[in-house]
């Protein structure tokens, strides 16, 4: 019955005059217009003609997302610019699902070692799976060239052609090879870096940075080109799209930090001539960047006269170019797919033509349906629904309603389903405009005491040195911006509200309206912000440094950097990947690379923590889970190799980016602590690897396709200029200087080291007759063969060295070179390695040497051949604090040059896990040795040569080496002046000491014994010449008394010793010419803390640098007169020192546990330091309640004073209180902490402010 009364309803239906039904049906969304056009042929052709006239197809914009989780599921959303609405695609999920991309404007395909799948139809409803390519790819172009895929490049085997090709015919079903890509594709022969567009016949490729072209044809197998497409010079990024046989280029010009504009032009395909279209807007362009205004790349989908267009680091937004009678229109739009929940999945943009047909197949499979997402206009809406209604019931008054009805009322069911609720909203904001404006004032106050509240909470944190969380901030950001709006509204537009219209006989209901919704939107906003400021805590412990504090401070991205770092962010991205290996020649900047790279991934959010060892040529794994593991802020329980790496397995996260630097063999990762291949609970963690050797990067990898390698190489000679000119300076601009400039910079041949280390040996030579010098030897010198090192970054580290200004310079380079690589070189040691080698000419004193040194050391920084440093330990933070100097470190091939270059005068075998000693019978012409840092087990070797050269012998840092003072070798050092044995074992006893043989060495200047047990001080006495002596954290199990003899001691370090007996006051007054005396922290047991008697100070007349630790109950007499100390540093109190304290080296005190009342009663000695103190630290005071006056009986109110650290002291009030002052100072017009620059204030319960009274 309903078919036969369809077909009478199609032969007797009335033609509809439809111009208003058309004109509402070009409004519909395409997928309820489908019902629609099954009513009836008369429907069906307003539909459709209504589709051709009024609203016409426009291409969709299709969003696919992909978990990065398994299993990998996706996810398909449109946008229709026709009707202006968001649809999910609802379908069955993926076959062979593995990381989802796509190529030109509407081909999907994944790659897996087994399977290439591929769709190319507008909804892509069907998908095509196939053999994979013979040679295994990782990031290849593909392209659909009309019916051939043509895949190329993106090889991830080293044997295989990185710029092979291989088509598969889609006819066919057969795969086929033909001609490589060019070869000057070689380095960027992956879709990271090349953008392809394609019609029925070519491929055109383009290098996104270069703008290079090329054009493939399939039917022949042919490459053509090189095309220059870079209509303007200024380009720096490209990409090409093609539509309707119509070549579009999309370039950005200016700079990632200064993007000026970005413009599209239509290529000639034949000629390649450009003729621009179109340029953004500056204002969408400012939109198009990141949140750190940042625009370093764009991505584009073509089709017809539509491009999309958005930026691949945020897809928040999409931007929209529609061709309109030869100009452009653009818009934004937001896509709705993007929010928190899907930030961390992969977005896969493609553009369609979609229309009816397109939705029905779509829509015959059961399991496939169109749900609505948005949809804007609701008076339009109503209308549509209106009418559709009043149609349906003019032209079919008495038509079967099931046939004629259903249809219809799914399409108005559907409108008026999203209209009616908006409407009455929409018609209340004129009513209840008055209501809505007190409402938010009220809300803003609310807002605003919530505000404060979390304010204060803010401060309280950040009193106690504690990190406030990034949402925390974000929030009040938030509070702040949307009250000072609300503010101006209320302010500006709230007041309009009694604006009359017609002459003033009516309300102005417009006003009113747009009023009271802009007060209830507010609202709406002020509420949802209430409601995030709900935070459980708002701060957290201060984390580790990270990586932030290895970051390199003057980075340069140059064009070539800048792409090698895009493919590595690229390859951080991918899922798929999880070892990313740089390889590139020692110098041109991989270490310097990785630190920005580790920088920016946290920047990004791409990692929840970034680590960084360096690996080095000796692996040690204990140095490098300790590195790893302070960046992590992690402290290790266990002893062994093994234990540490379970206990730093168990602490990485599930998101850590882990840099390892300076590989040059395989290293099992396994045996550090890093999980690889990562398990589940790793499975976001990433490894990137530099290396100079590539093979390094192939077997450190687990898989092919998870390993991508990464080739580093040397600047442009654009970029080399630059580089150069920024470390000499624009006198290289001269016309004098400018011919021989180059002649200079070319011989670095664009390694950054050697353009840098160049540029500042020649910063002062403003004479032409210099530069061409150097540039003869540069040209003459003739470079060892070092591994790793290449010849021009030899060759320029050489002229460095010998432009260095004077001898004392070049000696403190090559002292350097001593140092195990990597190492953190504490510069007091070289100022005592050169006292003993008597490397400093016209220096009196230690403190003038240490000058001289620090200058050296600071110049040599200055010419890039060495490196500042931070000390990285505890015993190296405790070494800082006795030390006007600080921590250096040379760069691994700075440090194999210098080894080059001193050759014949040092033999270095330092850090390479020696176990057993050198033939010390061939070592007899050196004049320096070191062995430092290795593992050498047994005693010292017996020679029977005289080692008459040798000067410096280090053989520090061998924890199992046993010596003895008796051991012959001694005897064959006669020439020595420098010995360091720190932290070996000595092990003879006493009664053992039947031949002495450190007597011998009756030239002996420095001798440094760290870390040891003390079983005897005996042979000190044969030691007339000792100027320097260090016992730093050494067990005496004996008196020292035998330093009496050694008359000419200039610095004592005995710093946290540990002693059984003091040391006499007569023993210290016999070191007449004691310059230094460091006892910081020492101890003879747990309560009194200062190894010597105080009365023995008196009589050093050279004193000039003292630190000490001295129980506050046994200062000394009140009669000792001290010296005029230049530097001192004395801790008073119980407390030992420890790695928590701020401390600086001049003239510092701090006071801890200590009552104001016994302070009052210290003899004058302790007062007049006290006065002389710039740098204070008080802490536990349990009287204190105002650093003055209570601290005034010190006298000069404390004008000399510059740093102040106050920390739990349970009764402090104020800084200054001037109401307890008996007579203020102002009334005598005297000043009060006058040079006061740094206050640290910490866990002050009871503070209340910084002054009190008037002042």
Not at 15 to 36: F, N, R
Not at 105 to 119: T, V
Not at 221 to 227: F, N
Not at 1030 to 1041: A, G, T
Request: charged letters at 25%.
């Amino acid at each position: 019955m309903v078919t036969v009364s369809k077909v009478m309803v199609e032969e007797q239906e009335a033609p509809i005059h439809g111009d208003i039904l058309e004109a509402i049906l070009s409004h519909v969304p395409l997928t309820d217009l489908v019902p629609a056009s099954c009513v009836s042929k008369a429907w069906k052709r307003a539909v459709f003609s209504s589709l051709r006239n009024f609203n016409r197809l426009k291409p969709w914009l299709i969003v696919h997302t992909q978990s990065s989780r398994s299993p990998y599921a996706t996810t398909t959303h449109a946008y229709d610019p026709r009707s202006h609405v968001w649809v999910e695609i609802r379908q069955p999920p993926i076959r062979y699902v593995s990381a989802l991309r796509s190529s030109h404007s509407n081909l999907l395909y994944m790659l897996s070692p087994s399977k290439l799948s591929f769709s190319f139809d507008p909804l892509h409803l069907t998908w095509h799976h196939v053999d994979a390519p013979l040679v295994w790819r990782t990031d290849p172009i593909v392209a659909l060239v009309g019916h051939r895929i043509v895949v190329a490049g993106g090889a991830c085997d080293f044997e295989d052609d990185p710029l092979a090709v291989e088509i598969y015919d889609v006819e066919s079903r057969t795969w086929d090879t033909c001609q490589s890509m060019p070869a000057v594709l070689k380095d960027s022969a992956a879709s990271t870096w090349l953008s392809v567009a394609s019609n029925n016949h070519k491929l055109f490729v383009i290098e996104k940075h270069s703008g290079v072209t090329h054009v493939f044809d399939p039917e022949t197998k042919t490459w053509y080109g090189p095309y220059d497409l870079r209509p303007d010079q200024r380009i720096f990024f490209s990409v090409i799209a093609f539509s309707s046989n119509r070549l579009v280029l999309v370039g950005l010009i200016g700079g990632s930090d200064t993007v000026e504009s970005l413009k599209l032009w239509e290529v000639d395909c034949e000629t390649f001539e450009c003729r621009e279209i179109g340029e953004m807007p500056l204002t969408l362009v400012e939109k198009l960047k990141t949140e750190n205004f940042q625009l370093s790349s764009v991505s584009v989908c073509l089709t017809g006269n539509f491009v999309y267009l958005y930026n691949p680091l945020d897809v928040e937004l999409v931007f929209v170019c529609e061709f309109v009678d030869g100009g452009c229109m653009w818009r934004s739009i937001r896509n709705v797919v993007a929010n928190d929940r899907t930030k961390m999945e992969r977005f896969v943009l493609t553009c369609s033509t979609v229309g009816i047909d397109e939705v029905k197949a779509a829509l015959r499979s059961e399991n496939r349906r169109f749900v609505i997402l948005v949809v804007g206009g609701w008076l339009l809406a109503l209308m549509m629904a209106m009418c559709l209604l009043f149609c349906n019931y003019y032209f079919f008054p008495s038509r079967d309603l099931d046939v004629t009805m259903d249809p219809v009322c799914s399409v108005v069911g559907k409108i008026l389903e999203l209209s009616v609720e908006p409407i009455w909203n929409n018609i209340s904001y004129i009513f209840n405009h008055k209501k809505n404006i007190e409402n938010l004032r009220g809300h803003i106050e609310n807002l605003e005491a919530r505000r404060n509240g979390m304010q204060g909470s803010i401060d309280a944190a950040i009193r106690n040195r504690e990190e406030i969380r990034g949402d925390v901030k974000f929030w009040i950001e938030k509070v702040d911006l949307i009250k000072q709006e609300s503010t101006q509204f209320l302010r500006d537009d709230a007041t309009n509200v009694n604006k009359k219209c017609f002459h003033g006989w009516f309300p102005d209901l417009i006003t009113r309206y747009q009023v009271g919704k802009k007060a209830a939107k507010k609202i709406l906003e002020i509420q949802h912000l209430q409601g995030e400021g709900k935070f459980e805590n708002i701060s957290f412990d201060a984390p580790p440094p990270g990586i932030r504090s290895m970051s390199a401070r003057n980075f340069v991205a140059y064009k070539t950097t800048e792409m090698a770092m895009m493919k590595v962010i690229e390859a951080l991205k991918d899922t798929n990947i999880d070892l990313i290996g740089i390889h590139g020649m020692g110098g041109v900047g991989k270490t310097t690379l990785v630190k920005e790279i580790g920088k920016k991934g946290e920047e990004e959010k791409l990692f929840k923590e970034v680590v960084m060892a360096v690996v080095s040529q000796n692996i040690d794994l204990k140095k490098i889970q300790g590195q790893i593991a302070d960046m992590l802020g992690l402290k290790f329980e266990s002893e062994s190799d093994t234990g540490r790496a379970n206990e730093l397995r168990n602490r990485l996260n599930d998101a850590t980016l882990i840099i390892l630097d300076d590989v040059w063999e395989r290293v099992n990762v396994e045996d550090i602590g890093i999980p690889f291949p990562f398990d589940e609970a790793h499975k976001n963690c990433k490894i990137v690897i530099t290396t100079r050797r590539e093979q390094v990067c192939h077997v450190m990898g687990t898989r092919r396709e998870s390993t991508k390698i990464i080739c580093l190489d040397v600047l442009s000679e654009e970029e080399s200029w630059d580089l150069f000119k920024r470390n000499v300076g624009d006198i290289v601009e001269s016309p004098t200087l400018n011919t021989v400039a180059k002649n200079v910079f070319q011989e670095c041949r664009g390694l950054p080291l050697a353009l840098v280390t160049v540029g500042r040996a020649m910063k002062s030579k403003d004479k032409p007759e210099e530069w061409i010098e150097a540039a003869q030897e540069l040209k003459k010198s003739m470079p060892t063969n070092i591994e790793g090192v290449d010849k021009e970054v030899y060759k320029s580290l050489k002229l460095s060295y010998d432009y260095l200004k004077d001898e004392e310079t070049k000696t403190c380079f090559l002292l350097c070179c001593l140092f195990p690589e990597d190492h953190n070189i504490f510069i007091e040691d070289l100022v005592r390695y050169g006292i003993g080698l008597r490397i400093f000419k016209n220096v009196d004193t230690l403190q003038e040497a240490r000058r001289r040194v620090n200058t050296v050391i600071k110049n040599l920084q200055d010419s890039c051949l060495l490196l500042t440093s931070e000390p990285a330990s505890y015993d190296e933070r405790c070494d800082a604090v006795v030390s006007e100097s600080g921590f250096t470190k040379m760069h691994d091939i700075v440090r194999d040059v210098a080894i080059s270059i001193a050759v014949d005068k040092y033999f270095v075998r330092a850090g390479v896990n020696l176990e057993e000693w050198p033939n010390m019978e061939t070592l007899g012409s050196y004049n320096g040795i070191s062995l430092m840092c290795n593992r050498i087990c047994n005693g010292l070797p017996v020679s029977r040569e005289l080692l008459q050269k040798l000067q410096i012998l280090l053989v520090q840092d061998n924890e199992s080496l046993f010596w003895s003072y008796s051991d012959e070798l001694f005897s064959r050092l006669k020439a020595l002046t420098v010995l360091d044995m720190s932290n070996t074992v000595a092990t003879v006893q006493p009664h053992r000491l039947t031949n002495n043989c450190f007597g011998d060495m009756q030239y002996l200047r420095t001798l440094i014994l760290n870390d040891i047990t003390v079983l005897d001080n005996n042979f000190l006495e044969n030691f007339k010449s000792l100027e320097v002596l260090s016992f730093k954290r050494c067990w005496f199990e004996i008196p020292i008394n035998m330093i009496e003899k050694l008359t000419n001691l200039r610095l004592l370090d005995l710093t946290g010793i540990k002693l059984d007996h003091i040391i006499p006051a007569n023993v210290i007054s016999q070191l007449s010419r004691l310059e230094e005396l460091h006892m910081f922290g020492s101890i003879i047991d747990w309560i009194i803390s200062c190894p010597i008697e105080i009365a023995g100070l008196q009589s050093l007349s050279r004193l000039k640098v003292l630190s000490m630790s001295l129980d506050a109950t046994l200062i000394g007499p009140e009669d000792f007169t001290f010296p005029d100390w230049e530097t001192f540093l004395i801790d008073l109190g119980v407390q030992l020192f420890g790695p928590g304290r701020e401390v600086s080296n001049a003239n510092f005190m701090s006071l801890e546990n200590i009552l104001v009342q016994a302070m009052m009663l210290w003899p004058k000695w302790v007062k007049r330091l006290f006065k002389r103190t710039n740098r204070l630290r008080l802490d536990r005071m349990k009287d204190l309640k105002n650093i003055l006056p209570d601290l005034s009986f010190v006298g000069d109110n404390l004008n000399v004073l510059k740093q102040l650290h106050l920390s739990s002291a349970i009764e402090f009030e104020y800084l200054i209180n001037t109401k307890e002052w008996s007579i203020p100072p102002m009334e005598h017009n005297q000043q009060v902490l006058s040079n006061l620059e740094k206050l640290r204030l910490y866990q002050l319960h009871s503070f209340k402010g910084i002054c009190h009274g008037s002042y």
